[in-house]
């Protein structure tokens, strides 16, 4: 019986992870208000951390191509010391994102606060598109559509490390969380 309950927990987590990333594949056809770039590690020279720094040229990559009219960037101040939304900020004014196409958001300090200050920056009647890592693309589309928004895309970057080995074992536990919370 124990392994029978094994067996079937192994089994719903990788339905559960294929879910997630049929759920989060890219695709650029869309046209919308707002990309949200959700926040990740600032390292302790005040730079984005790589996974950071992919995400942000996600956005800014689909700001340049037009496909997204303005920038949320969303974090928090790290243990590091940096609010993480005036970092990205900086890095979209440096890399062609005009001053006025970027809203930042110092209170995003995990995916349904960002969700909660979107729809307080630029309402639900605004159509978005979540810019992070792969594995977090479903659960960030999850946290939009239960605030109230329509419009719902996701972008990632082509970026992976050997720590999306573990962001999968989270992210499951964390998309059931959202969505038995309806966070």
């Known amino acids: 019986m124990f392994l029978k309950s094994i067996l079937l927990s192994v089994f719903l987590y990788f339905i559960f992870v294929f879910y997630i990333v049929v759920d989060s594949r890219n695709s650029t056809d869309f046209k919308a208000d707002v990309g949200i770039v959700y926040g990740n590690k600032v390292e302790l020279t005040g730079k984005p951390s790589s996974r950071l720094e992919a995400r942000l040229k996600?956005?800014?990559?689909?700001?340049?191509k037009k496909l997204i009219g303005k920038l949320i960037v969303s974090g928090g101040i790290g243990k590091e010391g940096f609010d993480e939304a005036?970092?990205?900020?900086?890095?979209?004014?440096?890399?062609?994102?005009?001053?006025?196409d970027i809203l930042i958001d110092s209170n995003g300090y995990n995916t349904n606060m960002t969700s909660i200050n979107a729809f307080k920056l630029v309402g639900v009647e605004s159509s978005v598109v979540a810019i992070s890592q792969q594995y977090h693309i479903s659960r960030a589309k999850m946290s939009l559509s239960n605030i109230g928004f329509k419009e719902i895309y996701g972008f990632s970057p082509d970026y992976t490390e050997f720590r999306d080995v573990y962001a999968y074992l989270r992210e499951v536990a964390a998309w059931c969380k959202y969505w038995l919370l309806s966070l």
């Open 58 to 64: 996600a956005g800014a990559h689909l700001y340049e």
């Open 86 to 100: 005036k970092i990205m900020a900086r890095y979209l004014l440096n890399n062609g994102v005009n001053r006025g």
